[in-house]
């Protein structure tokens, strides 16, 4: 995973809010007396897995599932995905490329400002990409293996039935331009003696001065 963080400099105050999804859409990865993993969409008998933390799984602007079939439909109805990236992250890309060739939708949001790395720690409790929700399940770095058994137990096709024209929406930023804007505008300006100084990790190739 890699870590995102900003220079105090290119900082802007921002938050999001957590939202509740339904309990069924729910994986659960259950480890056996022998050490076996195996993933399911209802909990073990015993009643020993958590839960993972819930998050609202956002629509998908610009495409829609109506015309997927039916089975890829229903699991991406049930068990929507999301992807948070940010810039210069391989991991990130690897996880992207994984999705296209297993043939999952998803929707993508994207780390670049304080804003976003701080709604980010709220809803995966720390700030590293790439960063995936399942449904309510929550799933910190790249794994083939263990995104394999995710997907296979929320009822994904394991060979791609995307439509030849559908296309995922565009990647957009974890919080919005205009939720920005709005909490900087409340933010009172600093005093001169108070402003940072010019000196910053800046650079023609990283002007937003993050560090991974």
Known sequence: MVSVRLAAGAAIVGCAALWAVPASAQVFRIVGPDGKVTFSDRPPPDGKATAANSVQMPAAAGSSTATLPVELRNAATRFPFTLYTSRECAPCNTARSFLAQRGVPFTERTVTTQADIDALQKIAGQPRVPFATLGGQHLAGFSESEWTGYLDAAGYPKTSQLPP??????????????????????EPSPARAELPSRESTQSPANPAGIRF
Do not use: D, G, I, M
Request: no cysteine; proline share 14%; net charge neutral.
């Open 165 to 186: 024209t559908f296309r995922n929406p565009a990647p957009t930023a974890l919080v919005p331009v205009q939720v920005r804007e709005a909490a900087a505008a409340e």
